[in-house]
């Protein structure tokens, strides 16, 4: 099993906070007032940060402005799939295509049980026991599919979807929407007595047919 891309850090949880620093009499800096007036519309990402621990298969924390309950639902079944090795929400909250280029090339496994089973054995040999998601961060947030991760999946996605052969038209072309989302992983393990969290986590939302599905 190829391990996740992640380093444990081991400290108490992490909680999002946005502090708004105005900065007076220094070269360059946008003036104060003009920040003050800004609208809502007009801030950045992260400035109206959300966290709402009951609505969701697992906490999430992010800016509601930018993402959907919807897209964020999938993200928490998803990550909740992997934390209780559930095959049934993970089928459906897992982009298919993704699932099965997992299954049958990266790890040549039997299914979708033992998939989750690597996923989730990824993660808690790096707590060293068992875990659970105490909150999901959403960091950051792009539809940018030109650069980056959003388009190296991309490409991996067309390459292995022949799903419409006879018209050529691939997966990025059928999909509806993309969506790259960085993560912040707070955990608890060892009887939820320890804590620790996992940063720079990227995971890839897409909508196909009217759906949303992750993969990362």
């Known amino acids: 099993m190829k391990k996740l891309n992640f380093k444990l850090k081991k400290s108490g949880i992490s909680v999002c906070a946005l502090l708004l620093v105005i900065s007076l009499g220094c070269t360059g800096c946008t003036n104060p007032k003009q920040e003050l007036n800004m609208t809502e519309d007009e801030l950045p990402y992260g400035a109206t940060m959300r966290s709402d621990k009951n609505s969701f298969a697992v906490p999430v924390t992010y800016d509601r402005r930018f993402v959907k309950e919807e897209q964020i639902a999938v993200v928490a079944d998803y990550f ?23 299954i049958q090339e990266v790890y040549s496994y039997q299914d979708v049980g033992e998939l989750l089973a690597g996923l989730h054995a990824g993660i808690a040999g790096q707590t060293g026991d068992d875990f659970a998601f105490s909150m999901i961060l959403v960091n950051s947030f792009s539809q940018d599919t030109t650069f980056g991760g959003l388009e190296a999946i991309l490409d991996l996605l067309d390459h292995v979807d022949d799903s419409d052969a006879e018209s050529g038209e691939k997966f990025s072309k059928r999909m509806q929407g993309a969506w790259a989302l960085e993560l912040e992983w707070n955990l608890l393990y060892n009887q939820q007595s320890s804590s620790g969290t996992v940063e720079s986590q990227w995971v890839y939302l897409f909508q196909v047919d009217d759906q949303y599905y992750c993969c990362m």
């Open 80 to 102: 909740a799939a992997i934390q209780n090795q559930d095959p049934e929400l993970y089928q459906a909250s897992a982009l298919p295509l993704y699932t099965d280029y997992q």
